[in-house]
């Protein structure tokens, strides 16, 4: 049954994930040509310092890819539950020989997996691509700089179920500004590396919204209004 | 009981995002500049004078008071280029001959940032001197010192250099260096006088510096004085005499000199954990430190052999302390921060007396409890005797928070 389910939520978030993922590896691509011309007219060691003690707006490469996360979240969060709640459609899985809360977390499981294949995809690139390039210590700084909008992108795809799953329309306004707050939270470092602090208390953030579906879809449940 | 166990936990959540946005709303409507008191010290009377205590004059310890144009005459090393544009530059300062070039020459300024949130990279350029070009040339590689030891990694083709790198590394090795090192500081570049090469500090915490002087490893291991294990390496750049200032786990700054002396400075207020700000500077007769955090400075005054000679503190407003800060007290019973531009990405949570926010908080759980029986619902429940101590504990934060996620039937 789980599998079925997978398979239902596969038809619906393909396309989307399919289309976000290569909008990723563009930009990814766009990046690293741009590192590429750099390298070869300033030479790695020159390009490299400009990294490292330049002035941090213009040199941070990977800043253009500071959204895609976020992009990705976005898209699979609401391919997967504007078609289900748009027509009541979540009524039916709910009414599977399966238990609510089992059906519900598979979806959320399979979008969670999904999100990660996605940023395997784009993220695995590009860190295969800036490893050819520059050193671990650089890498690491990037994949540092980067954790708080990679968990950003799954904190919003957690919002999107919950608010998705919400039946009244004044708490769906509610939630989304909450969700746009939290979300806010992961995208406001400008430097690179600065942010090792904080990554566990951010992952806490992102992740403690995965429990909410459970309380708005109790409430859709029972059919309230 | 789970959507209700999962609600208390999306309402701690919704909490700690509101004492981000809401302190920031406020604060973006009432905060106002406050007034920034800052500390000179004059070489002509020999007092401290102090800037912002009074609209458009400034005092010194004695209570007198001075014009900017007195005030200039009064540092005449910190305001030279004015002094010289009005012609009054004098001869002589204390009795002592003095020139523009003179003055220019010792005059020195290192800031030096207390909060090490910026961004670090685990590698770091070494430049190379006494070649057979002029001054110091990069290398086309990095230093690093990780579990293998110290390594020389090449940008152009992304190798170590594994012959250098041994070079180092047995030199450090007779030096009883133990890899990897905690952080590396320094920047060794060129466009300098001088190179101090890069510093770092072992497992062992122990203090190396390493430099790379014609074509072969200049490495040393500086003895730490006190049993001292050291926060910060901050190095010097453009003193003709200092090496390094380091920053000791026994809250003292030690002074590392060109000759390898360790010197302490007597600074009696200084902790690293609480100051912000340490502000180093001087001129031909004294040398001067200025530590700061919100709303106190202190400047000590010391002669040209790190002598204490003098010393002063001065109290300034504070956001705190305005209305608008009072006023916050009373509405959040904590604020969070999660940014500053020079300090790097951080979340901190800072409380507010108890006693300014309670009474609020106590209003809140009230008003909560009439809007619940108004509602018929019944207020012995667990779960709402929860929300009750939760706007208690998280006042205005927790009450938005509480009627955001209603408990469901």
């Known amino acids: 049954?789980?599998?079925?389910?997978?398979?239902?939520?596969?038809?619906?978030?393909?396309?989307?994930?399919?289309?976000?993922?290569?909008?990723?590896?563009?930009?990814?691509?766009?990046?690293f040509l741009d590192v590429d011309n750099n390298v070869r007219m300033k030479g790695s060691f020159n390009y490299l310092m400009s990294v490292f003690y330049g002035i941090p707006q213009a040199n941070y490469y990977n800043s253009l890819i500071k959204y895609v996360p976020l992009l990705i979240g976005i898209c699979i969060g609401l391919s997967q539950y504007v078609p289900e709640v748009l027509d009541k459609r979540i009524k039916l899985t709910l009414h599977l020989p399966l238990r609510n809360t089992i059906a519900l977390y598979t979806m959320l499981c399979y979008g969670f997996l999904l999100l990660i294949l996605s940023y395997g995809v784009v993220f695995g690139t590009f860190f295969y691509l800036n490893n050819s390039y520059f050193p671990f210590e650089e890498s690491l700084a990037v994949l540092t700089s980067m954790m708080p909008w990679l968990l950003g992108g799954i904190a919003a795809y957690f919002m999107i179920a919950m608010i998705a799953m919400e039946p009244n329309l004044f708490y769906q306004f509610i939630y989304a500004l909450v969700a746009y707050y939290l979300v806010k939270q992961f995208y406001i470092g400008v430097e690179h590396a600065d942010t090792r602090h904080i990554?566990?208390?951010?992952?806490i953030m992102a992740f403690v919204p995965c429990t909410a579906l459970l309380y708005t879809s109790y409430r859709f449940m029972k059919g309230e209004r | 009981m789970t959507a209700k166990v999962v609600r208390i936990i999306m309402i701690l959540l919704t909490v700690f995002i509101a004492s981000i946005v809401l302190p920031d709303f406020y604060k973006t409507s009432?905060?106002?500049?406050?007034?920034?008191?800052?500390?000179?010290?004059?070489?002509?009377?020999?007092?401290?004078?102090?800037?912002?205590?009074?609209?458009?004059?400034?005092?010194?310890?004695?209570?007198?008071?001075?014009?900017?144009?007195?005030?200039?005459?009064?540092?005449?090393?910190?305001?030279?280029?004015?002094?010289?544009?009005?012609?009054?530059?004098?001869?002589?300062?204390?009795?002592?001959?003095?020139?523009?070039?003179?003055?220019?020459?010792?005059?020195?300024?290192?800031?030096?940032?207390?909060?090490?949130?910026?961004?670090?990279?685990?590698?770091?350029?070494l430049?190379?001197?006494?070649?057979?070009?002029?001054g110091y040339i990069y290398t086309n590689d990095m230093m690093r010192v990780n579990r293998n030891g110290i390594e020389f990694y090449n940008c152009e083709d992304g190798r170590v250099d594994k012959e250098k790198s041994a070079l180092f590394d047995q030199e450090l090795r007779k030096?009883?260096?133990?890899?990897?090192?905690?952080?590396?500081?320094?920047?060794?570049?060129?466009?300098?006088?001088?190179?101090?090469?890069?510093?770092?500090?072992?497992?062992?915490?122990?203090?190396?510096?390493?430099?790379?002087?014609?074509?072969?490893?200049?490495?040393?291991?500086?003895?730490?004085?006190?049993?001292?294990?050291?926060?910060?390496?901050?190095?010097?750049?453009d003193h003709p005499e200092v090496v390094a200032y380091l920053f000791g786990d026994n809250n003292g700054v030690y002074i590392l000199t060109v000759d390898n002396q360790i010197i302490k400075l007597d600074l009696d207020e200084f902790n690293y954990d609480q100051f912000k700000v340490f502000d180093v500077m001087g001129n031909l007769f004294y040398h001067m430190i200025s530590i700061q955090k919100d709303g106190y400075e202190k400047l000590y005054v010391f002669d040209?052999?790190?002598?204490?000679?003098?010393k002063y503190g001065v109290h300034s407003d504070v956001y705190e302390e305005s209305a608008a800060g009072v006023v916050e007290g009373f509405l959040f019973p904590f604020v969070t921060s999660t940014y500053s531009y020079i300090n790097g990405y951080y979340i901190s949570s800072e409380g507010q007396p108890f006693v300014k926010f309670i009474w609020l908080n106590l209003v809140l759980a009230g008003v909560l409890l009439y809007i619940k029986r108004r509602k018929g619902l019944n207020v012995k429940n667990p779960f709402h005797i929860i929300d009750l101590f939760m706007v208690v504990a998280f006042g205005v934060f927790g009450f938005i928070s509480v009627l955001i996620y209603p408990i469901r039937k």
């Open chain 1, 199 to 203: 990554i566990p208390a951010l992952a």
């Open chain 2, 304 to 310: 040209r052999n790190y002598k204490l000679l003098d």
């Open chain 2, 127 to 134: 430049v190379h001197g006494g070649t057979d070009r002029v």
């Open chain 2, 175 to 237: 030096l009883g260096y133990c890899p990897p090192a905690k952080k590396i500081y320094g920047r060794s570049a060129t466009g300098y006088k001088r190179d101090d090469g890069l510093f770092f500090i072992d497992s062992k915490d122990q203090l190396f510096q390493v430099r790379y002087h014609a074509y072969k490893p200049d490495c040393r291991k500086i003895e730490l004085p006190d049993q001292i294990k050291l926060r910060r390496v901050e190095w010097e750049p």
């Open chain 2, 30 to 125: 009432f905060k106002r500049n406050v007034k920034y008191v800052s500390l000179n010290y004059s070489e002509v009377t020999k007092q401290f004078v102090i800037w912002g205590l009074k609209d458009g004059v400034l005092l010194d310890t004695l209570g007198n008071e001075y014009s900017r144009q007195e005030y200039e005459r009064m540092v005449p090393f910190s305001s030279m280029p004015q002094l010289l544009k009005r012609n009054e530059f004098p001869d002589t300062v204390a009795g002592v001959p003095v020139t523009p070039q003179l003055v220019a020459e010792n005059n020195y300024r290192h800031i030096v940032n207390l909060t090490e949130r910026g961004r670090y990279y685990a590698m770091s350029p």
């Open chain 1, 1 to 31: 049954m789980i599998l079925h389910l997978f398979y239902k939520e596969w038809l619906k978030t393909r396309w989307a994930a399919f289309f976000v993922s290569l909008v990723g590896l563009a930009i990814v691509v766009y990046i």
